[in-house]
């Protein structure tokens, strides 16, 4: 029973704000921070690419240079579930923002079914 569920898209204006949250379910993230985890985006017809990582103990992060100062990764490992605080929203951020949660022992790398996020007037 492994599961990797993102929430929290949507459509939004520019400038506005949305929270995405990706919750891991499954026996074998008891030890929740033995994982790394990040946050990527792929618009239509573009790469996937990387938004935000964590370490799994959250004491180290890292961002894409266009979200820096804008989107906020963190993390909760009692309740296994890695957050993206998205601030100033623009156009060029829409895409469809995947959670990847990564590592133990075995070198697991899941990935969610991604949630939709929209910047639009």
């Known amino acids: 029973q492994v599961q990797i569920v993102e929430s929290g898209g949507g459509l939004v204006q520019p400038g506005g704000s949305l929270k995405l949250s990706c919750t891991a379910s499954g026996p074998i993230f008891n030890i929740f921070n033995l994982y790394l985890a990040g946050w990527y985006r792929q618009a239509p017809g573009k790469q996937r690419e990387l938004v935000a990582s964590?370490?799994?103990?959250?004491?180290?992060?890292n961002y894409a240079d266009s979200v820096k100062g804008s989107f906020t990764i963190s993390r909760d490992n009692a309740k296994k579930t890695v957050y993206l605080q998205m601030n100033g929203l623009k156009p060029a951020d829409t895409a469809v923002y995947y959670c990847n949660i990564k590592g133990g022992l075995q070198n697991f790398d899941f990935w969610g079914q991604g949630t939709q996020v929209t910047v639009s007037s």
């Open positions: 964590i370490t799994g103990g959250g004491g180290a992060t």
